[in-house]
């Protein structure tokens, strides 16, 4: 049973172009969040979805980010427009079922965004 | 004042030691409560829940103080593999749910 999957692992782009970053939920899992967590900080929310819609999107940076989860396919997160103030380590959870209070976040191995 | 707040560590002991982390949260609509390990530039993964009744899972305790609004970790004898940051997660009730990390606590253990 293939864990949390995200690719690619490292990324390095330079400042003003796109980074998409992608994550396969655990199998039977619908619920996916993102994360990011800069050097020596911890993690920080960022979007919770469900397949095709955003349900909580409220630690998005209002511009450049975006997050999509289709009905079909990897959550992806897109960053458009890089500054250097991006390069993080961009997690994707998963869970089972909605976020009640017990409820088990798996985490993918990570993408480490890099911006020249 | 940040959510979750954790000792800013590092921790440096020498194997077999008895440690101790301890966590603070700000919002009473918290509802439940997570330690995490984090191992270098790795993913987190769940180390325990935290129970109001404490638990304890092998080496590892930790326990809940709902009316100080505080959360600890004790890890005894103390390995070389237990090396990593533990992280206090908080689960805050919001409409839904939202799950808040702190900053984490860097563990080395020593030969």
């Known amino acids: 049973n293939a864990g949390v999957m995200q690719n690619p692992r490292h990324l390095v782009r330079r400042r003003g172009q796109e980074a998409r970053l992608r994550c396969s939920p655990m199998?039977?899992?619908?619920?996916v969040y993102w994360y990011r967590q800069l050097p020596e900080e911890g993690l920080k929310f960022m979007v919770y979805?469900?397949?095709?819609?955003?349900?909580?999107e409220s630690g998005m940076p209002k511009e450049r980010f975006s997050a999509e989860f289709p009905k079909e396919g990897p959550s992806i997160l897109r960053i458009q427009q890089v500054v250097r103030g991006d390069s993080a380590a961009y997690f994707c959870?998963?869970?089972?079922?909605?976020?009640?209070?017990?409820?088990?976040?798996?985490f993918g191995p990570g993408t480490r965004l890099t911006v020249l | 004042r940040k959510e979750v707040e954790q000792d800013p560590g590092p921790f440096n002991v020498p194997e077999g030691a008895t440690v101790a982390f301890n966590c603070t949260y700000s919002?009473?609509?918290?509802?439940?409560f997570f330690w995490y390990r984090q191992d270098c530039r790795k993913e987190p993964k769940l180390l325990m829940s935290?129970?109001?009744s404490g638990n304890e899972d092998g080496r590892f305790t930790a326990q809940l103080n709902r009316a100080s609004q505080y959360i600890s970790l004790l890890i005894r004898d103390s390995k070389l593999s237990d090396s990593a940051t533990y992280l206090c997660?908080?689960?805050?009730?919001?409409?839904?749910?939202?799950?808040?990390f702190g900053a984490g606590t860097r563990l080395f253990v020593k030969a």
């Open positions: 959870a998963s869970s089972p079922q909605s976020p009640g209070h017990t409820d088990t976040q798996y």
């Open positions: 199998k039977g899992h619908s619920h």
């Open positions: 979805l469900q397949k095709e819609n955003i349900i909580d």
């Open positions: 919002n009473s609509a918290s509802q439940s």
């Open positions: 935290v129970y109001s």
């Open positions: 997660v908080v689960r805050v009730r919001t409409g839904g749910f939202k799950t808040i």
